[in-house]
């Protein structure tokens, strides 16, 4: 298992920002590619965006131009920028941790965009 803690959800108006943390401890970090993935009340869980271990980055075609994902490999920490967001973007979101053999999941954090 790979503990995955997420932070920095909330309640942000339309078209604000928010960002969102996931720390682990006690893996090598680099070895992994770190994707955040949402999942809204009904519908499936889907790719937001993942970044390789070297920094190579996708996003959904719905969040292109307004998400950034990042990481730090010296905090062990990966991080979602979300600018511009809508009240669609409304989900819980979740770290994930994979290799082509193992993923592991973090507990999710809610993120609702609202007035």
């Known amino acids: 298992q790979v503990p995955l803690v997420e932070s920095g959800g909330g309640l942000v108006q339309p078209g604000g920002s928010l960002g969102l943390s996931c720390t682990t401890s006690?893996?090598?970090?680099?070895?992994?590619?770190m994707g955040w993935y949402r999942q809204a009340p009904g519908k499936q869980r889907e790719l937001v965006a993942a970044?390789?271990?070297?920094?190579?980055?996708n996003y959904a075609d719905s969040v292109k131009g307004r998400f950034t994902i990042s990481r730090d490999n010296a905090k062990n920490t990966a991080y979602l920028q979300m600018n511009s967001l809508k009240p669609e973007d409304t989900a819980i979101y979740y770290c994930?941790?994979?290799?082509?053999?193992?993923?592991?999941w973090g507990q999710g954090t809610q993120v609702t965009v609202s007035s």
């Open positions: 994930n941790a994979a290799t082509t053999t193992f993923q592991s």
């Open positions: 006690g893996v090598i970090f680099s070895f992994y590619t």
């Open positions: 970044i390789s271990p070297v920094g190579n980055t």
